[in-house]
């Protein structure tokens, strides 16, 4: 089979390593020329994953249309915010029957659309697969065990992908609640950044336990708003994601978040990481989705207040624990 990957990244690059090994093509399609003949030369993603070298059936492509020539499969592995410009750019070179996975984790700003809305507007649903969950690209590329979900319209390409992607050390789950994958993998982002916030300000384990823990209670909360199903957010996409983004150095939310939390600038502190850090763009898409749907967020909220300068990080803290007692609801 060939498999096209649209982004070089660290998790495209990552994933592409599962297929190689089992002897499939790989086609990797990016605009960063520069970026990309580095990685065809050292046979390895130097600028986003080093230390994995990539073996197999690799081919480099900055030409839409060659990259997409005989796919079985497009993956989209790049940042949320460029999901449409580059589906637009691809679809008509996409095969008829190729299946379509998207592994960005983000909503889209502005619109506020989940990738699969995203999509809906051009491409078959059917056809169309969501991967998430707790899955650092460092240490899939590596062969660490790791678990993550796939969701699909069409429950055959869900577990296409599943054995597809499926190996020894990558266990995939099928799961049927597209919307609660992609919002649970978007909003943990945006945690992660505050995560980070509470450690760069030198709080305990104490401090992330309930950011974390009020944390999922306000995902799931917004997430049944919108449709998902509650349980989805205690498994993998949910709770598994926000587990591993708030509690890792290899997480660049995190990292962010730490920066901040340290008296960097948000903005400085963005461009110190050097790479797409999600939750700073889905903070405010979160924030907008729950005012529109009558959902309080007041963690997420005071994040995104503290990332865009409007607070003090400090004071957002004294401000959260402020707030009236209420009695513990989950959700
Ligand atoms: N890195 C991880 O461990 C990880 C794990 C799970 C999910 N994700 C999600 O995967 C998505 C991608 O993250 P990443 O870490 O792989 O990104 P990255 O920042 O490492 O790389 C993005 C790549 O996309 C390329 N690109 C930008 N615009 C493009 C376009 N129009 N067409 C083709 N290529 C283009 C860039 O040149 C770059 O090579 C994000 O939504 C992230 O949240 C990442």
Sequence with gaps: MTITFIGAGSWGTALST???????????????????????????????????????????????EEALKDADVVVFSLPAQIFRIALKSALPFIPEKAIVMNIAKGIEQKTLKRMSEVAEEVFDMDRYVVLSGPSHAEEVGIGMPT?????????????????????DYFRIYTNDDIVGLELGGSLKNVLAVGSGIIHGLGYGDNTRAAMMTRGIAEMTRLGTALGAKAETFAG???????????????????????????????????????MVVEGMFTAEAAVELAHRSNVEMPISEAIYKAITGHIDVKEAMIQLMGRPYKKEIVG
Aim: hydrophobic content about 35%.
């Design 18 to 64: 599962i297929p190689a090994a089992k002897g499939h093509r790989i086609n990797v399609f990016d605009i960063d020329e520069p970026h990309l003949r580095r990685m065809e030369e050292a046979m390895e993603n130097v600028d986003y994953l080093p230390g994995v070298k990539l073996d197999g059936d690799y081919n480099f492509y900055t030409n839409n």
């Design 147 to 167: 678990t993550v979900s796939v969701a699909c319209r069409n429950s055959d390409n869900a577990n296409f992908i599943q054995e597809l992607f499926g190996c």
């Design 236 to 274: 993998l996409s949910g709770i598994g994601d926000l587990i591993v983004t708030c509690t890792s150095q290899h997480s660049r939310n995190f990292r962010c978040g730490d920066l901040i939390g340290q008296g960097m600038d948000p903005e400085e502190a963005r461009k110190e990481i050097g």
